[in-house]
C-alpha cells in the first residue's frame, strides 16, 4: 500500500515553536535526525504516516492541525485580494494557501487590516457625503474603477446633452420612419454601412444582449430581448455611426482621464442618443404634457418600455423648453444602485435614495404595479416618488427571472402637474417619513433602521431598549 504523504512545514515548526524545543530536542524524541527535521520544516521532505502518528503520541498533536486547511482563512484572503487595489496580484488560490500555511499569524493580521480599511472608506465617504449636504467640498475619496468615474461624473451633471438632442432630432427627421422605427433604422444601416440586423436564439447567443460581426457586417441580437430593447440596442448602433461626432463632442466634455472610462462613458452616450432618438426631444415633451407625465401613456405613445420612458423624462433639460426636473434610480432586490440619473443632477444630498423606508424596495412585493407616495426628508425637504418593477431579458424555464425595481422622482412641487400626484392629494396620509441613508439619518425610533447613524454615539443603556437594534443618543 503506498505512504500517503504530507507536506506540512510551517506547521510543524508552528508545534515546535509552541512547545519551545529545539530542532535538535524534537528530532530525537520523533526518531529522526535534526537535519531531517529542518528538510521537513522547509517542506522539502514529507510528514509520513509514522511520522503523524509519532507527532500525536508524543505531543498529543491533533491531526487536522497537520492535515487539514484553513478554509475559512483561505476565504478571508479571497477577499482581501478580489478587492480592485489588490486584483491580479495573486495568480491563484496555491499562493494563498500557501501564505495561509507558512504564516497564519499574519495573513490573520493582513485580513484584519483589509476590513479596517474597507471600515475607514465607508466611513469617509459617508463623512465626505455629510459635508456635502452641509455646502462643504472636500477631496476624500477611496480608489475609484473606471465605472464608479463615469457615474460619478453623470450623476453629479445634468442629464441633458444639448448636441446629441439636436443631431437626434435631425437624423429621425431624415429617416422618416412614420410608426417603424425599426424597420427605418435596419434599412439605414443596410443602405449606408452595409450592416444587416439579425436575431439568434438563446443557445447561439448563451450570454450576450448583441454581438456586431465586422466580417459578415452582421449585427446579433439575443431574442432573449424584448422587442423594446432589441430597438435600443440597433438605434444605439444606428447612433453610433450617424452621430459619432456628436457623441464624441460630448465624451470630450466630461474630462474624463482613463481610456476604460471613456470607453464606458461612450456606451453611456449611445444609449442616451438611442432614447433621444426613439423619443425625438419636441414630440416628447409636447406628449408628456399632454399626458401630466403619465409613464404608461408614454411608454404606449411612443412603443417604448416603461423603463425607457420614464429614463427619458430625466432628460428633459432644454433651455426654452424645459420639463419637469425628474430624477431616478434603479436598484436590484438586494438593494444595490445600479444606476442614478436626474435632470439637474442626481439630488444625491437631499435625497440619497437609500433609505429602506422608500417605495422603490416596496415595489419588489407587487411586481408591475406602479407605488407613489410623497415622502419627507429630515430637513423639511418633499418629494413625490413613482416606483415599479422591471423584468430583465427573458429567462428560460429553471432560470431565475432579473427582477429590478425603479425609482422616478420629482420636488413636491410639482405634484399637482404630475398624473402620480392624486395619490398625495387629498385627504391622503402624510408623507413618509425617510431619510438620505441610515449612516445620515437622526431619525429616532426608526422601525427600518439599518446601521446607527456616524453623527450620534450609541446609546449603551441597559435599562432601556428602543425600536430600533441601533440606538443613539
Known amino acids: ?60 498533536v491533533d491531526l487536522d492541525a497537520l492535515q487539514g486547511e484553513a478554509s475559512g482563512g483561505i476565504a478571508a484572503l479571497r477577499e482581501v485580494f478580489a478587492d480592485p487595489l489588490l486584483a491580479g496580484e495573486v495568480p491563484g488560490d496555491q499562493e494563498l494557501i500557501e501564505l495561509s500555511e507558512a504564516a497564519p499569524n499574519a495573513a490573520s493580521a493582513m485580513v484584519k487590516l483589509y476590513r479596517a480599511y474597507r ?48 443631431a437626434a432630432e435631425a437624423f429621425h427627421a431624415k429617416l422618416a420612419a412614420g410608426d417603424d422605427l425599426a424597420a427605418a433604422l435596419k434599412l439605414w444601416l443596410k443602405n449606408e454601412h452595409g450592416i444587416v440586423v439579425r436575431t439568434l436564439p438563446v443557445h447561439a447567443m448563451p ?28 438605434a444605439s448602433e444606428a447612433c453610433l455611426l450617424g452621430l459619432s461626432d456628436d457623441i464624441l463632442a460630448e465624451l470630450e466634455g466630461l474630462s474624463l482621464a482613463s481610456p476604460e472610462a471613456r470607453r464606458i462613458a461612450r456606451f453611456e452616450l449611445a444609449r442616451y442618443a ?43 433639460g432644454r433651455p426654452g423648453a424645459v420639463g419637469i426636473p425628474f430624477f431616478l434610480m ?9 444606476r442614478r440619473v436626474g435632470a439637474q443632477g442626481f439630488p444625491a444630498a437631499r435625497f440619497g435614495g437609500q433609505c429602506p423606508r422608500l417605495n422603490v424596495h416596496a415595489a419588489f412585493a407587487q411586481p408591475g404595479q406602479v407605488l407613489a407616495e410623497a415622502v419627507e426628508m429630515p430637513d423639511g425637504a418633499a418629494f413625490l416618488t413613482v416606483a415599479r418593477t422591471l423584468e430583465g431579458p427573458q429567462a428560460g424555464f429553471g432560470e431565475r427571472v432579473r427582477r429590478t425595481a425603479l425609482l422616478v422622482g420629482c420636488d ?16 391622503m396620509p402624510p408623507p413618509v417619513a425617510v431619510g438620505s441613508a441610515c449612516r ?15 453623527t450620534r454615539p450609541l446609546g449603551l443603556d441597559e435599562m432601556v431598549t428602543g425600536l430600533s437594534a441601533f440606538d443613539f443618543q
Open 330 to 338: 434603479e436598484i436590484d432586490n438586494a438593494g444595490n444602485v445600479l
Open 274 to 316: 438611442s432614447h433621444a432618438l426613439m423619443m425625438p426631444y419636441g414630440a416628447f415633451l409636447s406628449a408628456a404634457q399632454r399626458a401630466r407625465f403619465d409613464i404608461d401613456l408614454l411608454r404606449a405613445r411612443f412603443g417604448v418600455s416603461f423603463e425607457q420612458a420614464a429614463t427619458r423624462l430625466t432628460m428633459l
Open 440 to 454: 445620515l439619518c437622526e431619525r429616532q425610533g426608526c422601525l427600518a433602521r439599518a446601521e446607527p447613524p456616524l
Open 1 to 60: 500500500m503506498a505512504e500517503h504523504k504530507i507536506f506540512a512545514g510551517p506547521r510543524v515548526r508552528r508545534i515546535r515553536n509552541g512547545l519551545m524545543l529545539t530542532q535538535t530536542a524534537m528530532a530525537e524524541a520523533l526518531g529522526i535526525s535534526p537535519s531531517y527535521l529542518n528538510l521537513i520544516e522547509r517542506n522539502q521532505r514529507p510528514l509520513t504516516v509514522q511520522l503523524l502518528l509519532k507527532l500525536t503520541s508524543v505531543y498529543k
Open 412 to 427: 413636491i412641487g410639482f405634484a399637482g402637474d404630475v398624473v402620480y400626484g392624486r395619490a398625495v392629494a387629498g385627504a
Open 207 to 234: 450570454s450576450l444582449r448583441r454581438r456586431y460581426d465586422r466580417h459578415s457586417m452582421r449585427l446579433f441580437l439575443s431574442d432573449r430581448l424584448s422587442p423594446f430593447d432589441q430597438l435600443r440596442e440597433i
Open 119 to 166: 471600515e475607514q472608506a465607508a466611513r469617509l465617504s459617508d463623512l465626505a457625503e455629510l459635508l456635502a449636504r452641509e455646502g462643504h467640498e472636500t477631496s476624500l475619496s477611496t480608489a475609484r474603477l473606471p465605472i464608479d468615474s463615469v457615474r460619478e461624473t453623470l450623476e453629479r451633471r445634468p442629464n441633458h446633452f444639448a448636441r446629441i438632442e439636436e
